[in-house]
């Protein structure tokens, strides 16, 4: 369990990452029409969701069955999915449809950092393991 977490480290500090950024910049961002709450919220979603969908790949990848990983990197991509439009659904329902598009399309930049850098520690974790 110790190792998943060492492993995870990257995430965890993107996470503090984009927290200090954001409140360092938070009157330069409000200036230029981003919600700092959205900012947020949508960094920690995606910081859950990457912690869990991390998880669910690192506990398939230690299975011997090929079809084992690739039914946890379907699970972690359907929960994404499915929390993410549950989440869009709920901030359009809070404030009523009036979308907030820097606040949006900057928290889908943060969806590509998690994700890349999930599955960057991903393929490191499996080139090291053998029949991977």
Known sequence: MKEI???FLNVIVL????NVVV???KEFLQLHGFEIEFLLIANLVLFALSFSGFFIQMKALKSN????FIRGVYSSLILKIFIVIISLSIYLFIIRGKINKP???TSMGFYLLYTS???IQLMKFAHR???A
């Open 5 to 7: 977490f060492s492993k």
């Open 15 to 18: 996470f503090i990452f984009i």
């Open 23 to 25: 409140f360092i910049f």
């Open 65 to 68: 069955n090929i079809n084992a």
């Open 103 to 105: 606040s949006l399309f």
């Open 117 to 119: 850098i999930e599955v």
């Open 129 to 131: 393991k053998p029949n």
